[in-house]
């Protein structure tokens, strides 16, 4: 049994129609073995959903940027990666229902099943509780990536390239969190890079991006280390 109580507390929402939750962690794999309905509709919506709230925040916050800049902003925030990311940040793929089928596929594969359920419980919160509850979800959840996708600079490049790297050797990647440390008014957060399932370089910032982004600089210089010259013909991460 799916326990309610625990995920609302992870989503910062209480449900008045539990169903609707129930379902958005009901994979199409174990809702064909239960003949059931699966959480595939709700990922089509929370897609359009997040979509418009994501629009939307960068049309009111950030007009000095180009209709380029938004999309480029927009893909970054919406994409695979950010949405497992936020979706494992939020303990979730646990309590996801999967049939036995799909329980020992690839870990590529979980990367956008993470991803549909972050989609599928937006459009729960969505039915629920309307835009305004929506969008607190996603501001809580991926507020940071926003900013992130519309920063310039070598350190998200080094983020950029440790994802492509990790990309194209089929592997996961991750960011754990480790701790929280100082005062509420003056954070420093500490995360570590993981790449399928190894522990790469860990870095600390006074936000969730900026750690990841330091423990991505630092563990591109420990693989650029290892094979160097490969590396760089392969991914193409400038050398400065």
């Keep these: 049994m799916l326990p309610i109580n625990a995920i609302e507390k992870k989503l910062k929402y209480v449900f008045k129609d539990k169903n609707l939750l129930v379902e958005a962690f009901t994979h199409s794999s174990y809702a064909n073995e239960k003949r059931i ?18 629009s939307k925040y960068l ?16 893909a ?20 996801l229902q999967l049939g036995q089928s799909q ?10 099943i993470d ?3 972050f989609e599928a419980v937006l459009c729960a919160i969505y039915l629920d509780g ?48 480790i701790s929280q440390t100082g005062p509420d008014h003056n954070p420093v ?14 870095g600390s910032g006074g936000s969730k991006i900026v750690s990841q982004m330091e423990a991505a600089e630092k563990s591109l210089k420990m693989l650029q280390s290892n094979d160097k010259q490969t590396f760089f013909a392969q991914f193409k991460v400038s050398d400065n």
């Design 37 to 54: 309905r699966s959480n595939e509709q709700m990922e089509f919506l929370g897609d359009a959903v997040l979509g418009l709230i994501v």
């Design 59 to 74: 049309f009111d916050h950030y007009r000095s940027k180009n209709e380029g800049e938004y999309s480029q902003a927009k």
């Design 76 to 95: 970054m925030t919406v994409s695979t990666n950010s949405l497992s990311q936020a979706a494992n940040d939020l303990g979730l793929p646990k309590y």
């Design 103 to 112: 329980r020992n596929t690839n870990i590529l594969t979980f990367n956008r």
């Design 115 to 117: 991803a549909n359920l």
């Design 130 to 177: 309307g835009l305004a509850a929506a969008t607190r979800f996603v501001l809580d959840n991926l507020e940071d990536d926003l900013m992130e996708a519309l920063t310039e600079g070598n350190v998200l490049n080094a983020k950029s390239a440790l994802q492509e790297y990790a990309h194209k050797c089929k592997k996961k990647l991750e960011y754990a969190f």
């Design 189 to 202: 957060f500490t995360y570590q890079a993981v790449l399928d399932g190894k522990k790469l370089a860990k």
